[in-house]
Each structure stands twice: as C-alpha cells, then as structure tokens.
C-alpha cells in the first residue's frame, strides 16, 4: 500500500527536511506541501490524501481549525490527521485532541518512527508513539478543565474485560499492537481485535481519546 502524504507547516526548511525523509521511503509519497492551515484545508479537498502531517502554529490558520475543518468535511473521511508537535511547548495539544487529530508525534521522532507512524496512522492502527503517549498523559495532567472521572466513564470502563483493560491500558503508555502482542504472548490480529472492541465500549475514536479516558479513570498516571 502506498500512502500519500500532504505535509502542512509553515517553515519552508522543516518541509524540506521532511520531504528528504519521505522521498527514500518505498511505501509513503509527499503529494504536496502547504504554508498555512488554510492552503492545507484545500490541498486536502483536492487532493485526498491518505494522511496530513500537521504542524499546530502557523499563520492564516492554524493546525488546531485545520484539523477541526478537515475533519469536519465527510469526504475526507478516510484522510488521518498526525499532529506533529514540541509538545513540551506546544498548549494546543489537547485543542487539536478535541478538534480530531488522529494522532500525536514528537518533533524529534527518529526518521524510521516517522515512517511507521504515517503507514500506521493512514490503515487505522498506531497513532501515538510511546514519547508521545507520556508526553500527552503529562498534557492531560495539567489540563485544568479536564473532567473528572463521571459514572458513564465508570461504567464504561467497567464493561471493559480484563484483556481489553490490560490493552488500553498498554496503549495509554505507548505501545504499538506488536510489543502488545508479545507482552501478552497473543497475535497482533487478536490485539487489534480487542482493542476495537474496547474503543467501541469506551466510545473512544483513536488511540490518544484512549489516553485521555483511562487518564481520567485513573488506569495510568503521569509518573
């Protein structure tokens, strides 16, 4: 499968860089580039890519509203947003959460975490590397308008089996369906079976809403 990519940031250079990677890899190709959110909004509607690589702050408009349009338009659908992110800097982390980011990756992602995290975000699986995972947990901590935990959580959580719990909870501290698998001495296949079934009982659309729910149902802390 190849996966087609649309990279949207503001500096020209990071682009480039990108790009550099990109262009070695045999299952991922750069369709386009873009400055701003708003260029990046309509390279999306043109061209489908299956995922964006978006940087949060830039001008016109930034990553968080041009993750919160693409997402909001049905026919990109099968388009996933990865947010790149400092994180450490970065106080639009959980707006971009909210706004529908599939994904968070580091700004200082090795080239080869990069690849697997696009391949993987594009078919529906791993979109949180374990950097990002903890870095997003810290993140949640602090949020000071983070709920706490309600009983439809509660009861949420508790209609979890103790496999799907033991998986969320390996997903929350950032690890991919195969340390899972082999953590668990079971196949990737019967991971990603379980965890579907978890994100349907905990209504969670992707891996980082799985980070947020079982931070707030106290399965992980941030230490």
């Known amino acids: 499968m190849m996966v087609t990519v649309l990279l949207v940031d503001d500096q020209a250079m990071i682009r480039a860089g990108l790009v550099g990677i990109l262009a070695g890899a045999a299952k991922v190709r750069v369709v386009a580039e873009a400055a701003d959110g708003a260029e990046g909004v309509r390279l999306a509607r043109r061209l489908r890519p299956d995922a964006v690589l978006m940087d949060l702050r830039m001008p016109v408009l930034d990553g968080v509203e041009a993750t919160r349009r693409i997402r909001a338009e049905p026919e990109l659908a099968g388009t996933r947003v990865l947010v790149l992110t400092t994180f450490d800097e970065d106080r639009d982390v959980m707006a971009a959460l909210r706004a529908g980011a599939d994904g968070f990756l580091s700004k200082g992602a090795e080239p080869e975490e990069l690849l697997s995290a696009l391949i993987s ?36 959580i508790a209609q979890l089996t103790a496999r799907e719990r033991d998986i969320v909870v390996a997903v929350a501290l950032g690890k991919d369906n195969r340390a899972i698998a082999a953590d668990l001495s079971i196949s990737p296949f019967t991971v990603k079976t379980h965890l579907n079934r978890a994100m349907a009982k905990l209504d969670a659309r992707d891996r980082a809403q799985i980070v ?10 941030a230490h």
Do not use: H, I, M
Not at 127 to 154: C, F, I, M
Not at 212 to 221: E, F, I, K, Q
């Open 121 to 156: 975000v594009a078919d529906g699986d791993v979109a949180l590397s374990r950097k990002a995972a903890r870095a997003l947990v810290r993140r949640v901590s602090t949020e000071p308008a983070l709920p706490a935990p309600d009983a439809v959580l509660l009861d949420r």
């Open 212 to 221: 947020v729910l079982v931070y707030r149902a106290g399965l992980v802390t």
